[in-house]
């Protein structure tokens, strides 16, 4: 008649359900570990395909100022050349 105490059942009872109850608290923790690092990867994402469309942008306009400068003329030059002409002038009208 041992084997049917009832006592003891409850005791094997209160024991499952302390386990049980522990058990769910693990998994509950972890999964909200799982989902804040789901949220932080999800940061890390949208930070890294922020930084490659400015990266982007940054590298085009300085390709873009580079093929200007090469293709441009430079009228500077031209200028000089015709400020030395005009000194000259002046110089020999006084």
Known sequence: MEQWNVEAFRDRAKKFTEDARALSNDFQYAIGL???????????K???TVLAIIGGIIAFC????????LLAPDYLEDYEDYDDLEDED????E
């Open 34 to 44: 799982r989902e804040k690092q789901k949220e932080g990867e999800d940061m890390k």
């Open 46 to 48: 949208q930070i890294c």
């Open 62 to 69: 300085g390709l873009a100022y580079g093929v200007y400068r």
């Open 90 to 93: 002046y110089l020999e009208e």
